[in-house]
């Protein structure tokens, strides 16, 4: 058998980071063990895992335009050599002040038990600040989020929150609520709450979102929501880079979480023709719309987020939901019948000082696409 050799160069920005024993890459053999651990740990079921699972598995988690074993998942084997925990991750390229690097956006911290807590615990040293460019995590649970901080990581406290905006409000918190108690979905009774609804519209028209004046929303392809973002997103320091073909990827493995809808975008546009803004969100006709993204130029935040109410509403749903952002709060809670609430603790570690301080001066875009917010991992299987 040949041996070839072959010369490593490192980037400047690359570290290489030394492994804990018990702990590798996540290979592709290891999707049957990585099913049947997430049936265990999130479905309470020690089953092996579906073909749809598997499958799904490995296009998330391989393939990326930016993957490598290194920026890949991690897992711990225990003695016998089975995968007792495990921590799947996607690479994500950000533009952070005109320099690319390749973050990894973490999903799905899986612990088998007590017995695996020494595991976890070396899976979790791996993604210590010191050894991170950039490493995040949108859903992560209290535990997790200590680990984080203990690791020299920070909670971004405002993307930790999810805001809700009741347009049809007793349909509304029968959906919202339908995630847990499914007979709440059921058609007979979403057609009686709709019903009431429009007495309740007539009644007290706070429950309708004003649109912005001298403004209109239209219909854009993904493509056209891309060309858009890139000059909006130049405002904040670090920022996805969506590249043509990773953006194509990120929003090919969204369509797929059909339990969310149908994956499409808006532009909002002032009567002179200029485009201020752009959204991007999963629509289920009648039900919910679940907001990815909000892209808006500087300034004209109440204006794009007071048309994307309008515009939401007028498309006939009950409730739109997103991932909070700072520079949104304000134009967001001037909305009627809005609540906040915690989503899962949104954290994040890197090693660069440049990166960490302007993440706590709100200096960032990150969410939606640039997160796991379209995961079916989060709603399906």
Known sequence: ?????????????????PQCPGTRALARSDIPAIGRLFNKVFRRRDSAAGEDLGRYIETVFFGSPFYSPE???????????DIDSAILSVP????????RIVARLLCAFMVDGKAAAAGAARLARGV???????????????????HCVAGGGVILPIQSLEWQRFLRPLAAVAIL???????????????????IDRVLRRWSPSTRPLGAPGCHVQAASLDEFLRCAAPMLERFSIRPAWSKSEFDWLVNIAS???????????KVIR???????????????????????????????????????ACLDAEGYAVATGMAQPFLMNAISRQRWLC???????????????????????????GGLASESWSRLLTDF
């Open 1 to 17: 058998m040949g041996i070839e050799l072959r010369k490593i160069v490192l980037h400047p920005a690359t570290v290489v980071e």
């Open 71 to 81: 920026k890949g998942g991690v897992v711990h084997e225990n003695g016998n050599g």
């Open 92 to 99: 994500m390229e950000f533009d952070v002040d005109g320099r």
């Open 128 to 146: 210590r600040a010191a050894r991170q460019d950039l490493c995040f995590s949108d859903s992560s649970s209290p535990v997790s989020a200590d």
């Open 177 to 195: 609520a339908g995630r847990r108690i499914p007979m709440l979905k059921a058609r007979l009774v979403l057609g009686a709450l709709r019903s």
């Open 256 to 266: 797929m979480n059909k339990s969310l809808g149908v994956l499409q975008s808006r």
């Open 271 to 309: 009567n002179d023709g200029r485009t201020i803004g752009a959204f991007l969100f999963f629509g289920k006709p009648g039900g919910m719309a679940s907001v990815l993204n909000v892209l808006c130029e500087e300034g004209r935040e109440a204006d794009v987020t007071a048309a994307m109410f």
């Open 340 to 366: 906040f609430r915690h989503r899962g603790y949104f954290c994040m570690v890197t090693r660069h000082a440049d990166i960490k301080e302007a993440a706590l001066g709100n200096d960032i875009y990150i």
